[in-house]
């Protein structure tokens, strides 16, 4: 059995992952090259890089739904060898299921540890109230709006109570002025708990406003460019967080990395 280090929630080890595109003469597609970093317990990492840098790829290898093509990809000191079902998941897409609830969806992932009926329904009301959407717990999913579906969907995953959450531009499609009040919230229900948070955005300054920790990643085959400490202190204020003189400074460096690689491309 592998010792679990105290100081990390998971790890990557030297991972390459190759994909074989259909065909016999295709070439394999190298997505991330020699890829080494650990996030610890109750930290927040963001992942940013040029599209196509292996950033998803990243989550996937940590959910088990794909496998390193060489290296390690570890969790709680065991490696990920299957899919990963001690860790959440939340993508672009709210999948919540059509048929279900917002209160039923919610509680989708207690129902699966076999949580028994009160207690599940009890932290499902609870995290629905802590992001405003008291009310609407009967309502189907086609009744809400996106910010709504994404709220249910964030907190059916934090209610799942994992101690690593993995989220893949879980804000992309929608409105600024949304966008920048869901980042309050999950800001505030990270709070509650402290999971470890790996969190791939396209969005610098969502990065800045979000993370304890960012890496920015090159243009395919994805390696890790620079790693950059957020050094602004919590909790964070997100609609002033430009107002911050270590904010510029941060991004202009974000900025400037990113630019090289787009421009290498």
Known sequence: MV????????????????????????????ALED?????????????????GCGKSTVLNLLAGLIQPSAGRVVHQGRPVSGVNTEVGYITQEDNLLPWRSMLRNVEYGLELRHVPKAERRRRAREFIELVGLAGFENHYPHELSGGMRKRAGIVRTLAYDSDVVLMDEPFGPLDAQTRVILQDELLKLWELRRPAVLFVTHDLVEAIALSDRILTFTCRPGRIKREYEVALPRPRDVFHIHDLPQFRKLYDALWDDIRMEIAAT
Do not use: W
Request: charged share 20%; glycine share 6%.
């Open 3 to 30: 010792s679990k280090p105290l100081d990390e929630a998971v790890r990557l080890e030297s991972v390459y992952k190759a994909f074989v595109p259909r065909g016999r003469s295709a070439q394999p597609l190298l």
């Open 35 to 51: 890829v080494t970093f650990a996030a610890r317990p109750g930290e927040f990492v963001s992942l940013v890089g040029p599209s």
